[in-house]
């Protein structure tokens, strides 16, 4: 992988990226995978891109993290009650994951399901590629979800059984944030919404 000009001097962490956040969460986050310059850079998911400068962002602002930002595995930052997760879990080339690297990763997805399984109530879901992804591991780490999968979209919501809110959201990629497709009040929207649904 080519290093960036401004990351030169930096030693990349170049592995698989593992989730982020305490193992009892009762909010799961599901992204699609580390960017070549964020999560493959810092061994960090969402830590040290453009995408996780808005999410932590937002995630401060919903009391869901203990600072608004992340830039490296050992700045400090913390998650409150939510625990991210990745449909892939290298950095694909071209920051295009493939349907085959998302199935050849969803047995680790699966098992971060099936462990959070005793206090997940959320699932926040970053894009439609994330979507796709998630059905098939939660059924496979034992979760009842309907069967025909609903269509993707900001704030749409499925209810599953087991008290488990499923809600889609916007992924905050520059694409979608530079063109306003996703905008800061919408993904505080997301996060408000699964905040309501611990409390109510």
Request: charged share 20%.
């Amino acid at each position: 992988m080519q290093k960036r000009a401004s990351f030169a001097a930096e030693t990349y962490w170049g592995r698989p990226v593992s989730g982020m956040g305490p193992g009892d969460a009762r909010v799961a986050i599901v992204g699609l995978a580390p960017a070549a310059h964020g999560g493959n850079r810092t061994g960090r998911i969402f830590t040290g891109d453009r995408s996780g400068d808005w999410l932590f962002a937002a995630l401060y602002r919903a009391g869901f993290a203990s600072q608004p930002t992340s830039v490296s595995a050992d700045d400090g930052q913390r998650l409150i009650d939510v625990r991210m997760l990745a449909a892939v879990r290298c950095a694909p080339p071209d920051n295009k994951p493939t349907p085959a690297e998302r199935d050849r990763c969803r047995p680790w997805l699966e098992q971060e399901l099936r462990l959070l399984r005793p206090t997940l109530r959320v699932v926040v879901v970053l894009g439609g590629f994330a979507w796709a992804a998630l059905w098939p591991s939660l059924t496979a780490a034992g979760y009842a979800v309907p069967g025909r999968r609903p269509a993707f979209g900001h704030l749409v919501e499925v209810e599953a059984p087991e008290n488990l809110l499923l809600i889609g959201s916007y992924h905050p990629s520059q694409q979608n944030t530079f063109t306003k497709r996703l905008t800061e009040p919408m993904l505080d929207a997301v996060f408000t919404r699964a905040r309501a649904q611990l409390t109510g």
